[in-house]
Each structure stands twice: as C-alpha cells, then as structure tokens.
C-alpha cells in the first residue's frame, strides 16, 4: 500500500468509491490532530456528495494501518507545548463515533499493526477487513493509560472475558482472534486487497460494499487465544477485582495463564484497576457513552502520574522501566478507581 504525495492523508474519489488512506508511514501512521481533522473533512463532504456510495479506509506501508495516536505529540501537549491532549482526544473521539454512525458502508483494511487509534478508525466501521499480517491491541494499560476510542464498547462484547484479558494485557489479537473477538468481519488474503479495492471502485449501489469484500474473504486461520485458552481466561478475569484477577492467573496451571500474571503485573496498577472499572461499565453502554467515559478518563489519567511516566518510559528515553505509583495493584484503592469517574 503506497502513497506518493507528502500530505498525512490522502483522499480521491473513484467511481462511487471515497478512499481514505493514512499516509505515515514512517510512523506506522499514527494519528495527530491535523489527521483526524481531514478524516473528519473527508467523511462529512462525503456524507453529503449522492454519488459517493461507500468509503475505503486503509493505511500506507506495509508495517500497519495504523499505530495508535501519537503519543509524542500528546506527551508534549501534557507538558504545555503543543496543543493540550484534550483537544485531540475529543476530535478524535468524535471521529469515531461518525464513522460508526456513517449513513453509507465504511470498508476498514485492518492489516499490520492496528492499535489503539488505529481500532478506533477501522474497528466501528461497518466493515472491517483483517489479513494475514493483522495485529489488533489496545496497549494503552502499558502508557497508563486506560484504553479508550470505543474500544471498551468493543471488547467488553467480545465472548466470555476475552476483550477484559486484551483489555488489561494489550495481548495482541491476530486474524483470527480479532474475528472471534469481534473487532473483524472478514479475513481477506493480503494478495487479493489489490483486486478487492478494484472491485470496490466499480460499485454502484452501498450494498455492493459488503458483496464485494465477502466474495473475497477466505476462512481466518486459527486464532491462537481463542478458543485455546478460553478456560483460563473464563476463569480467571471474571469479576470486578483486579487483584483476584491477578492472583488468579499467577495460581494457574497453564503457563498461558502465568505469561498473562507477568504481563499484567508490569502494567500500570492505577491503569488495570480503572480499566477494570471502565471496560465493566462499558458493556451495558451504547458507544457515544463509552466515548464520553473514555474523555473523562483521559483527561484524569493526564493530570495523573503514570500516565507522562508511561510515555517517557516507553516513547521517549525508552529505557522500558516505568516508576509506577503506586507501584502494585495492593496499593490502589477503590476510592482512587471512583475518583476516575466521579463528574
């Protein structure tokens, strides 16, 4: 997938096909303000043109769709230098919910790596295309950060407690765990999205659009956490205490079960308690809900210590040895979780 123009998206028209594509890749695409604000562009001028029947979103480069938000950029927002983090969450949050409320089909090519953000502008689309490369996560709980963009309103419907153990852990989801989690719709063959976006362009009507990508799916190979492992993970990530969960998962046999304890302990505490919470919260709320939840909790997790800690430790000195606090999940509280929420 190339681009040959310098503009961090490119849009065109063909036929009655829009066509998105994030054009970043040297950063895997990760989204910035000036982004999410032409996506919006694009997809409004869209909405309203009759001949535009449906809508291609993918991304340049081989590496991936899209790497999340750039956490760079926010981390200089936190530090009063760029514009402050709130504003970009809050467009960026607003995109997704158009893009899941989009009146004409959305076709999302998921490939490479998709995480945080990058679910966030493919994973409420009405149609989401994973291939052989795809790498679904939401690792925010690894930046102290609680994941956000809807994608709480995603995993907590996945089944039995996989979206909490993706929640928690950011494990990374391939073609077909995404599929059986419900971030995916069709396991497209990278060597036919070539053909299928040719297909794409000589659509005449929207329902057209989920035709033409099924005639080119293929069957998922397996996923490797699900079913695999749904024992485990059944078992151990139910309820709403963290430190059950934890201690849960460190007393299983599977060794699975054990690598996830490991994992999860080097998470931040503050960041798995309230996701906990969050991704709770999230099953019984409609989208445009999660999406308010998730800005306040952003917000909260800015002002918060692990949040820039995380960032530094893992963007920018990348030494990989955040300094949690508090450091152990024994040390959060239930009324520093409720604070998170609190109006």
Partial sequence: ??????????????????????????????????????????????????????????????????????????????????????????????????????????????????????????????IRVVTESSQLAMPETAIGLSPDVGGLYLLSRAPGEMGTHAALTGARLGPG??????????????????????????I????????????????????????????????????GDPRAILSALRSDPDPAARQAAQTLAGMSPTAVAVTLAAIRRAASMALAEVLEQDLVLSVRFAAHHDFPEGIRAQIIDKDRQPRWQPAHLDDVTDAQVAAFFAP
């Fill in 1 to 126: 997938m190339t681009a040959t123009v310098e503009e961090p998206v490119v849009a065109s028209v063909h036929g009655r096909l829009g066509h998105i594509r994030l054009n970043r890749p040297s950063k895997i695409n990760a989204l910035n303000l000036e982004m999410i604000g032409a996506v919006r562009m694009y997809l409004h001028r869209w909405a309203a043109d009759e001949s535009v029947m449906a809508v291609l979103i993918d991304g340049a480069g081989d590496r991936g769709l899209c790497a999340g938000g750039d956490i760079a950029a926010v981390y200089d927002g936190i530090r009063g230098e760029s514009p402050a983090p709130q504003e970009f969450w809050a467009d960026e949050y607003r995109m997704n919910l158009e893009i899941s409320d989009y009146a004409k089909p959305v076709v999302a090519v998921m490939h490479g790596i998709t995480f945080g953000g990058g679910i966030g502008i493919s994973g409420h689309a009405r």
């Fill in 204 to 239: 005449e009507t929207a329902d057209d659009a989920s035709r033409i990508v099924s005639s080119f799916a293929a069957a998922p190979p397996p996923g490797v956490i699900w079913p695999a492992c749904r024992r485990w993970i059944d078992t151990c990530y139910r309820g």
């Fill in 177 to 202: 765990d995404a599929i059986a989690a419900g971030l995916a719709d069709f396991f497209v063959p990278a060597a036919s999205l070539e053909a299928m976006v040719t297909s794409l362009r000589g």
